[in-house]
């Protein structure tokens, strides 16, 4: 039997892409753009040397959709087989957005895997209801700090995260710069900051969690979530732009370790700068990091020390909290230079279910840090409250 003849059934079940193409004056301009993404995700073949017309057409991507956007811009939507993404999250994002991330002018803009390719990945294990859940915390959003600045040692941060814990702070992770320094090594660190935290719990009865940084070399992920766990931690910060989205889920698909996840987007910053490349801030930090395991997703608000505008916040938001088959909704996390006088606005603008993250403003305010974040917490709680009566 030759290649020709040789049989290619699949199941013809497509799962969708949508990209931003830029530069394409004219629709068959963006239409042959459009098939160049279908080929190069696949076959990364010449149409004309495809040896079968089965693979052509049950492997080769297809164009669903392509609609102007205006001044050269075009959305296509592309739609690939779900067996070429096979069952590994890896190869998934491969097809979606491999070879072509290195060309100019597309933008990989949302996914939708369709409920066969869905049901292989578990998504958020806690989600926004699951946090709420431990937390105990059911009408205001959230509240996170995070422990800083680097060259503390683990006492000194342990006391930091004590008064934290006391002021009422939900969630209290690691600066993402923290890892197994010589100044702050992990195994100490860990121990003191999560008992400091659980003394802080049983005085107040509160639940805060502490979450240390567990992103590190590959060998090193497994080891440290399980020490961390060991110590009392209440959840893990995660680099997934450093130590890869793969290795996020496999934290979160980890039922011994049940431990909800909080995405840092260190590294990342460079995969939507460029509006006419790279990834959408919505499918970057909304769907990948729901995709892979993520129960909450940090990124910079609008206001702060970043770039990111209102809209591209707003596309972030949606992203994490849309229906997309069985996978939870999971809490947006604006950072980057918030201040504690941006409290109303933030939650004016991001509702009640989001987790404000304030760093160095809590630290501006005197030397009563656990008053300042008691402050903090009323400012949230009446913010929300006034936002009911819109």
């Known amino acids: 039997m030759t290649t020709q003849?040789?049989?290619?059934?699949l199941s013809g079940e497509r799962f969708a892409a949508v990209y931003h193409l830029a530069g394409a004056p004219t629709a068959a301009q963006a239409r042959q753009r459009a098939c160049d993404i279908c080929f190069e995700q696949t076959v990364e073949f010449p149409?004309?040397?495809?040896?079968?017309?089965?693979?052509?057409?049950?492997?080769?991507?297809?164009?669903?959709?392509?609609?102007?956007?205006?001044?050269?811009?075009?959305?296509?939507?592309?739609?690939?087989?779900?067996?070429?993404?096979?069952?590994?999250?890896?190869?998934?994002?491969?097809?979606?957005?491999?070879?072509?991330?290195?060309?100019?002018?597309?933008?990989?803009?949302?996914?939708?895997?369709?409920?066969?390719?869905?049901?292989l990945y578990r998504g958020p294990r806690f989600g926004q209801a699951g946090l709420r859940d431990l937390l105990g915390v059911r009408d205001r959003p959230l509240l996170c700090t995070a422990l800083k600045p680097m060259g503390l040692n683990p006492s000194e941060l342990a006391g930091l995260a004590y008064r934290l814990a006391l002021g009422g702070i939900d969630l209290i992770k690691d600066d993402h710069g923290l890892t197994d320094q010589g100044f702050c090594p992990f195994e100490e660190r860990v121990a003191r900051?999560?008992?400091?935290?659980?003394?802080?719990?049983?005085?107040?009865?509160?639940?805060?969690?502490?979450?240390?940084?567990?992103?590190?070399?590959?060998?090193?992920?497994?080891?440290?979530?399980?020490?961390?766990?060991?110590?009392?931690?209440?959840?893990?910060?995660?680099?997934?732009?450093?130590?890869?989205?793969?290795a996020m889920r496999a934290l979160a698909d980890d039922d011994t370790l049940a431990l909800p996840i909080l995405s840092h987007p260190a590294f990342q910053g460079s995969f939507t700068l460029h509006p006419d490349a790279g990834l959408g801030h919505g499918v970057l930090?909304?769907?990948?990091?729901?995709?892979?395991?993520?129960?909450?997703?940090?990124?910079?608000?609008?206001?702060?020390?970043?770039?990111?505008?209102?809209?591209?916040?707003?596309?972030?938001?949606?992203?994490?909290?849309?229906?997309?088959?069985?996978?939870?909704?999971?809490f947006p996390v604006p950072a980057g230079g918030m201040g504690l006088k941006r409290v109303p606005e933030l939650i004016g603008f991001y509702g009640r279910d989001c987790c404000l993250l304030i760093g160095?403003?809590?630290?501006?305010?005197?030397?009563?840090?656990?008053?300042?974040?008691?402050?903090?917490?009323?400012?949230?709680?009446a913010a929300a409250s006034a936002a009911r009566w819109k």
Request: aromatic letters at 6%.
């Open 5 to 9: 003849d040789r049989p290619l059934t």
């Open 47 to 119: 149409d004309e040397l495809i040896p079968s017309a089965a693979i052509r057409e049950q492997i080769v991507g297809q164009v669903a959709a392509l609609e102007p956007l205006g001044a050269d811009r075009w959305e296509a939507v592309i739609r690939y087989p779900v067996e070429v993404a096979g069952r590994e999250l890896t190869q998934l994002v491969n097809c979606l957005f491999g070879n072509i991330s290195i060309k100019p002018g597309i933008r990989l803009m949302g996914l939708d895997l369709g409920e066969s390719l869905g049901r």
């Open 193 to 246: 900051c999560g008992e400091a935290v659980a003394r802080a719990n049983r005085e107040t009865g509160g639940r805060s969690l502490y979450l240390p940084n567990v992103t590190a070399p590959a060998a090193e992920i497994a080891r440290r979530a399980r020490r961390a766990q060991g110590c009392g931690a209440g959840g893990l910060l995660f680099c997934p732009g450093l130590a890869g989205l793969d």
């Open 285 to 330: 930090y909304g769907q990948l990091n729901r995709l892979a395991g993520a129960d909450a997703t940090i990124f910079p608000s609008y206001g702060g020390r970043f770039a990111f505008t209102p809209r591209e916040c707003r596309d972030i938001v949606d992203a994490a909290t849309r229906p997309m088959g069985a996978w939870r909704a999971i």
């Open 360 to 381: 160095g403003d809590l630290h501006a305010q005197g030397q009563d840090l656990t008053a300042t974040c008691r402050g903090f917490l009323e400012a949230a709680k």
